[in-house]
């Protein structure tokens, strides 16, 4: 039997979330039995110990050792950390979409390389997604969005239709965006943090933080 070796960079609270659904998600998206797949979680440093949830905890170094062919992802929720991770991979495993079966992805969407939808996150239509996406538990996209690299969304995030949000944006756990027009889709700018619970009505500059209802820039 062939080993197929999946790696998921990180081995916090976030990864240890998705590693449960990883098998069957690479199962199918490669089309290979769940029993040919290894599972590890991954760290740039040599590990303390060796073994998280029964799965082996191994360095990148020793992963990237592997023989046979080797997948990854990163369970890393902040954009900039995530990209780091991905730039220490670099050439020797390559990327797979972990989406759990509970995902649900409807009609005419870019997803591009590297996203991770946990249970009961929805895409809805007409969306495209950019590098290494992250939608936590119960997030929602609506149709017409447009989403950058390295984005990630919280648990029970309800980004309404319409809205754009820039590279590295991080949108906090039950943040609400309204919806844009067809004309002027609502921006979330490059870099910027919705915080947990706000109301998004308005554009979000690059790079700031908001919070309330309805969301305001925090001041320092
Ligand atoms: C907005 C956020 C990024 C600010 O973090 P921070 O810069 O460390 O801010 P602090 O915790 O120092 O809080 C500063 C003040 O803002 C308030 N505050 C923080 N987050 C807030 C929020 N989401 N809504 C309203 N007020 C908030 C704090 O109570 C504090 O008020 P005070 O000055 O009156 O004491 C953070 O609180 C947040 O919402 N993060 C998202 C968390 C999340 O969704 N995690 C998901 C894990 S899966």
């Not at 070796?5 to 490669?30: D, N, T």
């Not at 592997?66 to 220490?88: C, I, M, T, W």
């Not at 979000?204 to 919070?211: K, N, W, Y």
Request: proline fraction near 5%.
């Amino acid at each position: 039997m062939k080993r197929i070796h999946f790696g998921l960079m990180g081995a916090g609270g976030f990864a240890r979330e998705v590693m449960p659904y990883v098998r069957a998600s690479v199962s199918k998206s490669i089309n290979c039995s769940s029993e040919e797949i290894e599972l590890y979680f991954v760290e740039t440093w040599e590990p303390k110990v060796s073994t998280v949830n029964g799965y082996p905890l191994v360095s990148l170094t020793d992963f990237s050792k592997l023989p046979g062919h080797k997948y990854f992802n990163v369970a890393v929720s902040d954009g900039r950390a995530r990209e780091e991770l991905v730039q220490a991979v670099g050439g020797s495993a390559e990327v797979i979409q972990i989406h759990a079966p509970q995902a649900v992805i409807l009609e005419a969407n870019e997803i591009a390389d590297g996203s991770i939808l946990c249970p009961f996150t929805a895409v809805t239509s007409n969306i495209r997604i950019g590098r290494y996406f992250q939608a936590n538990f119960n997030a929602i996209v609506g149709h017409d969005c447009v989403i950058g690299d390295f984005v990630t969304l919280a648990p029970s995030v309800n980004c309404l239709g319409r809205v754009h949000i820039g590279d590295y944006a991080y949108i906090g756990t039950n943040a609400m965006i309204r919806q844009g027009a067809a004309d002027k889709p609502l921006r979330i700018g490059t870099g910027a943090i919705v915080g947990m619970g706000a109301v998004v009505t308005k554009d979000v500059p690059d790079g700031a933080t908001v919070i309330g209802n309805p969301a305001r820039v925090m001041s320092k």
